[in-house]
């Protein structure tokens, strides 16, 4: 429904502006490679948007917000300050589904619309501590041995197999 997209759009980008505002820091927003980029773009008129670049603008934020997507593993690995978002125009299952990282990984989410009224130093202190639960999740799924280098693992299973 054309209506609820706009209102979905509206309260995302009015909250990335206040995002911006707070942390005084630029707002770059990248879609997933199947979005269409001149309508992402004609949707959030006052931000940059962009296809292809997602790690590399993960790589350089000070703050990461995401809906429902994979790509927010690399700003638990770089330990970046995240935020989740969930939206009053979306479904319940888009919303639950966006609620999955946040809960297994412990990092904020927030609705565009009803979590407006944050206060910045509450929200920094916030992300700051949830930090902490990053190495729990990078542990338990990237991780076969903690301590221990997959390149070490590599070599020690290269020397194992066909040098003993």
């Known amino acids: 429904d054309k209506e609820k997209v ?18 005084k820091k630029e707002v770059i927003v990248t879609i997933h490679p199947g979005y269409n980029l001149d309508e992402h773009q004609s949707y959030l008129k006052d931000f940059k948007v962009f296809k292809y ?9 000070f703050l990461v917000t995401a809906f429902d997507s994979s790509a927010v593993t690399d700003a638990i690995l770089l330990k970046k300050k995240i935020i989740g978002l969930t939206s009053d125009f979306m479904s319940e299952n888009e919303n639950e589904h966006a609620k999955i990282f946040p809960n297994k990984v412990g990092y904020l989410c927030l609705n565009t619309k009803k979590d407006y009224n944050f206060k910045r130093d509450d929200l920094l202190l916030k992300m700051n501590k949830n930090i902490n639960n990053y190495n729990n999740y990078i542990s338990n799924y990237h991780c076969f041995k903690p301590n221990e280098s997959g390149s070490q693992e590599i070599v020690d299973t290269i020397k194992d197999r066909f040098f003993s």
């Open 53 to 61: 670049k997602t790690t590399d603008y993960i790589y350089k934020s």
């Open 6 to 23: 706009l209102n979905h759009y509206y309260y995302l980008e009015k909250f990335l502006k206040k995002l911006s505002e707070e942390f």
